[in-house]
Each structure stands twice: as structure tokens, then as C-alpha cells.
């Protein structure tokens, strides 16, 4: 890729670290994309046979944009789904838009790129049984006050009980625990704070963590997180995924869910319990309520058993 392109990629990157804050996982994600697109361009002039000069952002119109979609973003590989290409296309967009901003381009390319409507697709969730029983298992290995056991425990009673994030969960340290609220502060996505609540269970799983656990793996160099991992630094989000894989998988019948699944679990049992959307939306740290709204579509079986018991023509 030419060197102006790949400086204009740059560029970017340290624009959506910095100035928007977004993670570095979200940022490899846009990066990615924007890269794949440019190659994209640089490949299509030289298929039309532009080699008196090397392709620049000048070049990238809606045209190619568009091609870039067409093609999959690589070539040689299958249709991506609709919801690669919406992401592909919300990078490209996002790009363009930074680069008419800051005087790399004259016009916006991608403002009239539209891409497919995702489709939004949740992940398996527990049953209020399924997670009750995971989470029973999990205090019976803790009650043997084996410092791993009663971390996991904590690990599970929090997600559940908070619905954060697993990253949000790991980066957590100890002062960011108010005993007497019962509220975790969460540094969440784009770096926004905001304040979770948890209950009697977790409390308790949490007192057992600091008396019992964490003062045996933490080490001289221990980081003030509060969960750590077996050798004394900050739990690797990895490890808090096998931990969820291995409770789930410990309730027969139940779904084999990853974290997120735990997250979605929380969400939709909350919303059956009669929470409204607005305050379910907080403690997810969702942007928008369109996101929690998604978990809505989880709740049908209680809308039909409520509609069956309730209308007169059911």
C-alpha cells in the first residue's frame, strides 16, 4: 500500500484511540477494514491500468467503496454476511468522514454508502433455574475456600448480577467497590464510567474473595485489580470465559453460553422480573435503548404465557 495511504491509516487509528476512546480491539476492527478497503482501491487502479502514479485518498470515491463491499472486502474468499458488510461499511463510513474532516478529501465518499440491515441475532441465555443452580455449583467449590474456587464464584456472581461486560469485570480494581452501596464503578466502552448494583449473594461471594483469596495469589507485584489470576496479575478475560463455559456446562440441559451469554442471561431475566427498559439499559451501559431493546425478543415466551392466562380470546 502506498505510504500516504498507509500514514492516512495511521493517523486514524491514533484519532479513534484518543480522541473517541474506543478499545483497542474496536480499534483493530476499523483499522482492518479501512486497510482491506484501500487495497481494494490500490488493486482496482492497477486492474484498470493506472501506473503513471500511485493511488491516493483522492482516489477512494463511492464507486470503489462500493466494489470493496461487492467483492467481500478479499477477494478469493465467500459472500460475507450482512452483518460483516454492515460492519465493513460503518468503518468505511466512519473513515471517510474523519478524513473530509481533517482536509484529506474534498467530499465525503462514503455518506451515501449504505450497507445491509444487520441481523441481530442474541446468544443462547440460561433459564433463571440454569444460572441459580451454575451459580450453587460454583458456591460449593468456594466453600472449601480454595483462593481459585472463590474467585471463580465471584467472577460468576458479579456477571451475573451486574450484567457487565467480562472486560469491564477484569479491569475492575479493588477501590472501585463501594461496600455500602453495594455498586461496582465500571469503566466501560469508549471510556464512559457508570455505577452497577449488585446483591446480598455477590456481597457475600465478594467478602469471601478478600478475606479468603485474594490475600493468597496476590504477590509483591500485584496490581490493585480486583480479580487476579493464579500467578498474581489482573485476570485474563480468557480465563474469566472458561470459567462461565465450565458452570454452564455444569447444569444438565443447560446451554453452553460464554460471558456475553451470562451478560445476556442477567438482561433478559431482569426484564421478566419486571424492569423497565430505561434502568435495564443503564446497568448494561448501553448507548442506546434500540440495544436493550433487543432483549425484548427473548421475553416472548413470558409475553404469550401473560397474553394465554390473561385475554379473553386467548
Known amino acids: ?168 469485570l477484569c479491569g475492575l480494581d479493588v477501590d472501585d467497590v463501594d461496600d455500602g452501596r453495594r455498586t461496582l464503578r465500571v469503566l466501560g466502552k469508549g471510556a464512559k464510567e457508570r455505577t452497577v448494583v449488585y446483591g446480598a449473594p455477590a456481597a457475600a461471594a465478594l467478602d469471601a474473595w478478600r478475606a479468603h483469596g485474594r490475600p493468597h495469589l496476590a504477590v509483591a507485584g500485584s496490581p490493585p485489580a480486583l480479580l487476579l489470576g493464579a500467578r498474581g496479575g489482573r485476570l485474563d478475560p480468557r480465563i474469566a470465559r472458561t470459567v462461565v463455559h465450565d458452570a454452564a456446562r455444569s447444569v444438565p440441559g443447560a446451554p453452553d453460553i460464554a460471558p456475553h451469554g451470562l451478560r445476556h442471561s442477567a438482561a433478559t431475566h431482569l426484564l421478566e422480573g419486571g424492569a423497565d427498559l430505561r434502568s435495564v439499559q443503564e446497568l448494561l451501559g448501553h448507548a442506546s435503548p434500540a440495544t436493550t431493546q433487543l432483549y425484548t425478543h427473548v421475553t416472548a415466551d413470558r409475553l404469550r404465557a401473560v397474553h394465554d392466562s390473561a385475554h379473553p380470546r386467548a
Do not use: K
Request: glycine share 8%; net charge positive.
Open 1 to 168: 500500500m502506498p505510504e500516504g495511504l498507509a500514514r492516512a491509516v495511521g493517523d486514524f487509528a491514533v484519532h479513534l484511540r484518543l480522541e473517541r476512546g474506543l478499545s483497542e480491539h474496536t480499534v483493530r476492527g476499523y483499522t482492518g477494514d479501512v486497510t482491506a478497503a484501500l487495497r481494494h482501491l490500490v488493486s482496482r487502479g492497477l486492474r484498470r491500468g493506472r501506473t503513471d502514479r500511485a493511488t491516493t485518498l483522492a482516489d477512494l470515491d463511492l464507486a470503489a467503496l462500493r466494489s470493496w463491499l461487492a467483492a467481500g472486502g478479499d477477494a478469493g474468499r465467500r459472500p460475507a454476511r450482512r452483518t460483516t458488510v454492515a460492519r465493513r461499511a460503518a468503518a468505511a463510513r466512519s473513515f471517510t468522514a474523519w478524513a473530509t474532516r481533517t482536509g484529506r478529501v474534498a467530499t465525503d465518499p462514503g455518506a451515501r454508502l449504505a450497507s445491509p440491515r444487520a441481523h441481530h441475532r442474541l446468544p443462547a441465555v440460561l433459564r433463571a433455574d440454569q444460572a441459580a443452580a451454575a451459580l450453587d455449583n460454583a458456591a460449593l467449590g468456594a466453600a472449601q475456600l480454595d483462593p481459585v474456587a472463590l474467585r471463580d464464584h465471584l467472577l460468576l456472581e458479579l456477571l451475573y448480577a451486574t450484567g457487565i461486560r467480562v472486560s469491564e
